[in-house]
């Protein structure tokens, strides 16, 4: 069964400094999504794209985070400088189409910002 | 503002036993959809059953189903005959009309042997 990948699962970082997480999704899944989950929490979108294009990231904080899909297939979110404040798990969904397709998850980034 | 409200922190049930978990949500719109996800610990999240709302029907997937009230706005999950494997979290939560899924803060089901 395909799934979304994710990598690294685990990181540690310390403020001020940059990471990046990596997301595969299902092949031929159009759109993609980042989310932030923070302890506790439920997750909240970041970023959506559908293929190349963003969709939505009006919740992405755009002095610190990036994100791209440069070829319409995998991603990287990137944080920089990383805050105290950053330390969550990244989520990575992908879906067939843009619409009300169900979205599947990937397994995570948990990042630990010292 | 749209939110969806899981009451529930914590939720325990005895093996084989059936459990009700609740969900409320508040949205202006007419037509969206309604998922359960299921997050088991250290593991990826996975959709356990959707509901259209235009579907008065209620969804039912093998020992899950939910009940479905759209004008009070609820839409709670049942799971009968639980088993170990179904401790996680679990999620309740809709997508708007830009598809994104907005999710409620979770209740953990525990499943007493």
């Not at chain 1, 699962?9 to 299902?26: G, L, N």
């Not at chain 1, 969550?88 to 995570?108: E, N, V």
Request: some cysteine; charged content about 20%.
């Amino acid at each position: 069964e395909a799934e979304v990948a994710q990598s690294p699962r685990y990181k540690i970082t310390e403020k001020s400094q940059a990471v990046a997480f990596w997301c595969d999704p299902i092949s031929g899944h159009a759109t993609l999504y980042w989310y932030r989950q923070i302890l506790g929490q439920g997750p909240e979108l970041l970023v959506q794209f559908q293929d190349e294009s963003v969709v939505d990231d009006s919740q992405l904080p755009k002095d610190r985070f990036s994100a791209e899909r440069l070829k319409g297939v995998d991603s990287t979110l990137k944080i920089q400088p990383a805050e105290l404040g950053d330390s969550a798990m990244y989520l990575c969904a992908s879906s067939r189409t843009y619409g009300q397709d169900t979205q599947y998850f990937g397994p995570g980034t948990r990042l630990t910002v010292l | 503002a749209q939110t969806v409200t899981q009451s529930q922190p914590e939720m325990s049930v005895q093996e084989a036993e059936t459990v009700t978990l609740s969900c409320t949500y508040d949205t202006s719109e007419s037509d969206y959809y309604l998922f359960w996800y299921k997050q088991p610990p250290s593991r990826q999240m996975i959709l356990v059953i959707r509901q259209e709302a235009y579907k008065q029907q209620n969804a039912t997937e093998n020992r899950f189903s939910v009940n479905f009230q759209k004008a009070a706005k609820s839409f709670s999950l049942k799971i009968s005959d639980s088993q170990l494997g179904d401790a996680a979290m679990y999620f309740c939560a809709y997508t708007d009309s830009s598809y994104k899924l907005i999710f409620g803060s979770g209740t953990r089901l525990l499943v007493r042997p």
